[in-house]
Antibody, heavy 116, light 110 residues
Framework: EVQLVESGGGLVQPGGSLRLSCAAS????????MSWVRQAPGKGLEWVAT????????YYVDSVKGRFTISRDNAKNSLYLQMNSLRAEDTAVYYCAKGQSSWIEWGQGTLVTVSS | QSVLTQPPSASGTPGQRVTISCSGS????????ANWYQHLPGTAPKLLIY???QRPSGVPDRFSGSKSGTSASLAISGLQSDDEADYYC???????????FGGGTKLTVL
């Protein structure tokens, strides 16, 4: 059974940093693209970033370019999202999802709140 | 403002058929596959349709998808109260080099 478990969310002040993790199990992690998707309170779903199997290609939504970094450790079956210079508008539930753009498996999400 | 355009709301009575539209452009739906997700508050989104009209295992055949040009549609037949949720279309956009979503359609079962 595929499992994706996010962690690392919490309350952070504007301008601060946070690192999200996603522990994957139940599939060959190194064979799949992986992505982060978020949903701000009262808003719709928004794709955040995607990374290729070997980490050689990374794509970001414009609003996080230069501030967020997606990475992975295939030896640890883990996906990461380093978030710097956080803004109030980054407040959202962050989901990790298996795949490049068709996501069958999702984690349960982790809440990031950016507030002073 | 979302790159893909969906109606903000839709409704139907139990047993009815409803259709949700998703309008895109040549750089997304016109060139790449459209996917549809069902999202209930507090839960992870669920993939309903991928590659325009394919259903993952476990998704009832009451859900179907189609594409015409730069638009896609999700149809739900035999509407049930459990279908009340938010529905999102999504596709890879070659110009933006990323996935774009529609703004979501809130489906109400009357």
């Amino acid at each position: 059974e595929v499992q994706l478990v996010e962690s690392g969310g919490g309350l952070v002040q504007p301008g601060g940093s946070l690192r999200l993790s996603c522990a994957a199990s139940g599939f060959t992690f190194s064979s799949y693209w992986m992505s982060w998707v978020r949903q701000a309170p009262g808003k719709g779903l928004e794709w955040v970033a995607t990374i290729k199997q070997d980490g050689s290609e990374k794509y970001y939504v414009d609003s996080v370019k230069g501030r967020f970094t997606i990475s992975r450790d295939n030896a640890k079956n883990s996906l990461y999202l380093q978030m710097n210079s956080l803004r109030a508008e980054d407040t959202a539930v962050y989901y990790c999802a298996k795949g490049q753009s068709s996501w069958i498996e999702w984690g349960q999400g982790t809440l990031v709140t950016v507030s002073s | 403002q979302s790159v893909l355009t969906q109606p903000p709301s839709a409704s139907g009575t139990p047993g009815q058929r409803v259709t949700i539209s998703c309008s895109g452009s040549s750089s997304n739906i016109g060139r790449n596959t459209a996917n549809w997700y069902q999202h209930l508050p507090g839960t992870a989104p669920k993939l309903l349709i991928y590659t325009h009209n394919q259903r993952p295992s476990g998704v009832p055949d009451r859900f179907s998808g189609s594409k015409s040009g730069t638009s896609a549609s999700l149809a739900i037949s035999g509407l049930q109260s459990d279908d009340e949720a938010d529905y999102y279309c999504a596709a890879w956009d070659d110009s933006l080099n990323g996935v774009v979503f529609g703004g979501g359609t809130k489906l109400t079962v009357l």
